[in-house]
């Protein structure tokens, strides 16, 4: 859908959704039947919807348009959130007794992106170069109090436990709604423990260790900008090790 008009007919649409990266993605390719048409623009506001048209599977707009006269017309974009990744945010540098909720308002607003999710604690203090990306400041609070960050299905920003006991809601079945599968452990990023260290508003240093599941001795330590809170230190140490620990083992199906 682009402009609320709805397009039919792709040969393929791909999606891809990633931890590691906010926005999703997507690329569709159909038959270059639509080259005349004014909405297909790039930034034009768009989602993919399945076949029924009942459920948004990515809202966000259209970034490029490839067409070959004779060829298929192959269209990639990003979901809402992709904005948080690629801008600055037009503030002062600083967010002051504020909850982590509340702050990822105030730079979610102007984008036209909504969040919903966990409160956090509030912020005494936060200050950030103005030009750094809204992302990099956005998933450094988030760390500070393990959370995760990521996109829902409307583009819009999702504040998330660490940790769940939630399952899944369907299960994968060779042969059914699988054709393939495959799973990859990699030790090369795991570590037996992750020391987080900064210094407090007052200058005293504040540092926190997290065991990893890496038996062998690698330890790490990560150094935190700014000033922060034993809370923090204790969050971000957890934090650091739960995304390299969980990060070891791929699944690709």
């Not at 040969?11 to 159909?30: C, E, G």
């Not at 048409?37 to 459920?55: G, H, K, M, P, R």
């Not at 904005?83 to 730079?107: H, P, R, S, V, W």
């Not at 959370?147 to 060779?174: C, H, M, P, Q, W």
Request: glycine share 8%; hydrophobic share 35%; proline share 1%.
């Amino acid at each position: 859908r682009v402009n609320n008009l709805i397009y039919t007919g792709f040969s393929s649409i791909n999606i891809t959704s990633s931890m590691d990266y906010l926005s999703d993605s997507f690329t569709a390719t159909a038959n270059n039947r639509w080259i005349d048409s004014t909405e297909l623009q790039v930034n034009a506001e768009c989602a993919i919807l399945n076949d029924d048209e009942s459920d948004t599977l990515l809202a966000g707009y259209i970034f490029g348009i490839t067409t070959t006269i004779g060829e298929p017309i192959t269209i990639t974009g990003m979901d809402k959130t992709a904005d948080l990744i690629n801008c600055t945010i037009a503030g002062n540098g600083e967010f002051a007794g504020l909850t982590l909720k509340k702050i990822f308002e105030k730079i979610c607003e102007p984008f036209g992106i909504e969040v919903s999710g966990e409160d956090g604690r509030t912020v005494n203090r936060f200050r950030y170069a103005l030009n750094e990306k809204a992302i990099d400041v956005m998933r450094d609070l988030a760390a500070r109090q393990g959370y995760l960050v990521r996109s829902d299905t409307n583009g819009n920003l999702v504040i998330d436990e660490l940790t769940t006991t939630n399952k899944a809601k369907f299960v994968l079945v060779e042969g059914d709604n699988i054709i393939s599968g495959k799973v990859s452990v990699s030790a090369e990023n795991q570590h037996s423990s992750y020391r987080v260290l900064g210094q407090s508003y007052n200058d005293n240093t504040i540092n926190s260790t997290f065991v990893g599941k890496n038996t062998r001795y690698r330890p790490v330590t990560v150094i935190n900008s700014g000033s922060i809170q034993i809370a923090d230190a204790i969050s971000s140490s957890e934090w650091v090790g739960r995304i390299a620990d969980g990060s070891a083992v791929t699944y690709q199906v």
